[in-house]
């Protein structure tokens, strides 16, 4: 019985924390899909906000240091990725012709160890980058790591007016540490949840068998008590001073009464008498039949 009450419990502790398992990982998945969505929107905004003419003005190389296009963009998503607090870097880039992708502009100050400046070609570019720039999609993509940490990055593609040739992609980049301390504060009430429904089932469990270990115990003392008492019940013991008669023996009780040893002994304890004659009392009881050499 005990044993299929462990199997019972063992059982649901086991499936609450598979349901809990599988919440936590939907609540992860939905968290991370919705920041996603949040970034990309939040990046289309901004890539909307560029005017591809000026864009195209520059040339991608340290020259445009003196453009006021280029000035003017990079103060833009200056203020931009300020006003984002989520925003860790906030860029555009380029590629060349025989596939090379470069920067053109980003909002980090020339003093920052973070700056990129225009022309600096992005070695480390991932295959999620060439895919914007082959396909023209837009996408939030990583984490990727690179020389400038390991980031989760929303890619939008700018382009021509005119031509509506793609010019360039931009790049809004959120640290993966910041993006998963977001989704695992999301993930924090069914994982607690779970956890605090399994200590509980635990708790109760153990309350439940403790109870029972206290009960039986309880039970054992009271029926060994009961056995006890019973056998007081049937044990009666003389106890104290009795007055006893120097001469015929007889016994006073309480009530002032004097009473023949055997009868008060019987009255007072369950012990019982069989009578016979000690040597002495026979000899001179029947000296005749007693031989006083034996």
Sequence with gaps: MHERKHITVATLVVVILALGLFLTWFTWNLTSRKLSEDALEQAILVARSINPERLQSLKGNKA???????LRIKDQLTQIRQAYRACRFLYLM????????FFFVDSQPQDSKDYAPPGLIYEEVSNEYLYVFDTGKQCTVGPIKDRWGTLITSLVPIYAYETNELIAVLGLDITARDWNKKIILQCLLPAGLTIFIMLLIIFLFILNRDRKIIKMQYDKKHQIATELQQTLQHVKRLQGILPICVKCKKIRDDKGYWNRIESYISEHSEADFSHGICPECAKKL????????K
């Design 64 to 70: 445009d240091l003196n453009s006021p296009d280029y």
């Design 286 to 293: 029947y000296p005749d039949y007693i031989d006083d050499d």
């Design 94 to 101: 380029g590629r060349k012709s025989d596939g090379t992708v």
